[in-house]
């Protein structure tokens, strides 16, 4: 396990239940020595990883589980980083470890790996619903309609200029392109290692870096993906915490531009508007459609071995209900709880297969 993860794995065990740190974890099928065979788990609730894009989410699914079933503990809840919350769910198994990560990416196959030379093998993946990264400025302030190539030219640390890379000197959108607003590029951006950011890059500078001529001219791959999603340094973008975004873009001056996650857009009530992208609006249909560009899927990840056996013995109890409620109509289904707080429902099928997924206890696959 990594050093740098053992405060936080103290931190989740005290809350979590620290008094079950020293007993062993029982293999699947068999009790743990010198203790009742039936009944037993190691800790009393759940201990639940996000992003903290998926903070939200993650909250009214522990608050919605702990409502429904009875003599439920309320799930310990930490939002960090999607790369950290996965790492930490990646770091073996046993009570010190969290039970369940949800995401706004899916879990790469180098992550996958790294879990796997950890002991974590049985790993269930459900998707939740669909979200997007949305660029949004405040209700009654000039709208710009911007291509992320655009986006990019704006905010990219470098630009291409003589086959050469120098310093990014754009100070107004329309010194980026005809027809956009006489006004200084300001733009908020959540903080690195947050889930909104990590898609930010991935689906808004990559996509508009990528037919650029000189960065197409770049052989590494790591190299040319920094030209794409290396940042300004001079003032023009602010990073802060993914939570504290909306709040910043309350605060800032006329014109500024946020990067932020569609579920945030829809709890302003209306206090930010969404920039069209490419030529798209992010609503709920034009998620679900994937005629936005710019969305994701929630993704939730449990560690099966966590879960209680036929004798009732494991590491924690819920682990299964957790999973039912998360894949439930009333949860993720068109008027469900987690569309309250901008979550796009999968379409039918899809949800109906994740359904399948959670009473089954299907492990993921690659």
Known sequence: MRRTFLPLIAAL?????????AQPVAAPGVAAAGSPAAGLTLRDRLIIVSSSSSAGIAQLLAQNFTERFEGANAPQLRAIGSSQALELFCAGVG???PDIAITTRRMPRAVAENCAANGVRDIIELQVGLGAVVLAARRGEVLPNVSSRQVWS?????QPVEDEFVPNRFANWADIGPGLPRQPIRVIVPAAGSGTRMLFE???LEAGCRHVRDIRLIFEASYRRGKCVTLRNDGVVTAVPAAEVPARLLAAPPGTLAVMSYDQLVAS?????AVSLDGDLPTAG???NGNYE???????????QHGRNQQGVGVVRGLREFLNEASSEQAGGPGGYLTLAGLVPLPPADRAAQRRIAERQTLMSR
């Open 13 to 21: 065990v005290a809350l979590g239940g620290a008094s079950a740190a």
């Open 95 to 97: 009570v010190q470890t």
């Open 154 to 158: 704006a905010l990219a640390a470098e």
């Open 202 to 204: 991935d689906l808004v």
């Open 269 to 273: 009530g209306g206090n930010f508007l």
């Open 286 to 288: 034009s998620i679900a």
């Open 294 to 304: 710019q969305s994701r899927t929630y993704y939730l990840y449990a560690k099966r």
